[in-house]
């Protein structure tokens, strides 16, 4: 992005440490999660601030330790949190998720704020569907009572008008899903602390809960269109 090339010098100034850093560039890490860190020595940084007479120089905020295994972590958090239980500055061990969380719960209450928003744009998205579903099926009033005197039972009207509007909701559902990966992809590109990505339950949930909207916002005129008196319908001109 800025261009730095091996042997460049590279001046950081500094916001919260009062210290500006005159660094060399000796290595360039490719890194596809992460692209935005710029890796010192903290020892370097320890003394600027030891040569402006703070008292913060040997103070560290956050240590990064990597497991062996998933299964380890539970036993080194505790095993952490325990050796400085007593100390003046005690420890707070958890996952990256967990920290990632965190975050999020400097927001406040985001799950219910996020799920009040989901509802109300669910409940759009039915009234808009049923709205849409009504006209379609309005206007093919004459289409369905030829149906009928083909043969075609009221149940097997009602079937066709729901079962369309059903793959309809289906396919635009996994279209929604399609778009939402891409955006996974890009916060994980961005290296999105916790981000798990798009998961196959969720995925699954949002195809169900598409294909439940189709079905309920296409039963009221299914049942309507497929008991309507054949001659009406066909002297139907709406």
């Known amino acids: ?16 440490y009062p210290v500006t850093l005159d660094l060399t560039c ?8 992460n692209e935005e860190n710029l890796v010192f020595h903290r020892e370097y940084l320890a003394e600027l601030l030891k040569a402006q007479g703070t008292d913060n120089q040997d103070m560290v905020g956050m240590y990064m330790i990597r497991a062996r295994s998933a299964a ?3 036993r080194i958090t505790k095993a952490i949190d325990s050796m400085f239980e007593d100390s003046p500055y005690p420890a707070r061990t958890e996952s990256e998720k967990e920290f990632g969380r965190s975050f999020l719960g400097m927001l406040g209450n985001i799950k219910m704020f996020l799920a009040a928003i989901v509802a109300a744009v669910t409940f ?3 009234l808009v569907s049923a709205n849409t579903v009504a006209m379609a099926v309005r206007e093919r009033t004459r289409e369905m009572a030829i ?9 097997e009207i009602l079937q066709l008008i729901v079962g369309e509007a059903v793959l309809i909701s289906v396919v635009g559902g996994v279209f929604g899903l399609g778009i939402g990966y891409l955006l996974s992809l890009g916060i994980e590109s961005a290296g999105g ?6 998961r196959w339950q969720a995925a699954a949930a949002v195809v169900g809960i598409a294909a439940a909207l189709g079905l309920v916002a296409s039963m009221v005129p299914a049942v309507i269109t497929s008991r309507k008196n054949i001659v009406e319908s066909l002297r139907f001109t709406g």
């Open 1 to 16: 992005r800025y261009g730095i090339k091996l042997g460049d010098k590279v001046v950081i100034v500094g916001d919260i």
């Open 26 to 33: 000796v290595a360039i890490a490719d890194s596809p999660l």
């Open 72 to 74: 380890e972590v539970p």
């Open 124 to 126: 759009t998205i039915l």
């Open 147 to 155: 149906l009928r005197t083909l043969g075609f039972n009221p149940d």
């Open 193 to 198: 602390f916790g981000f798990q990505g798009m």
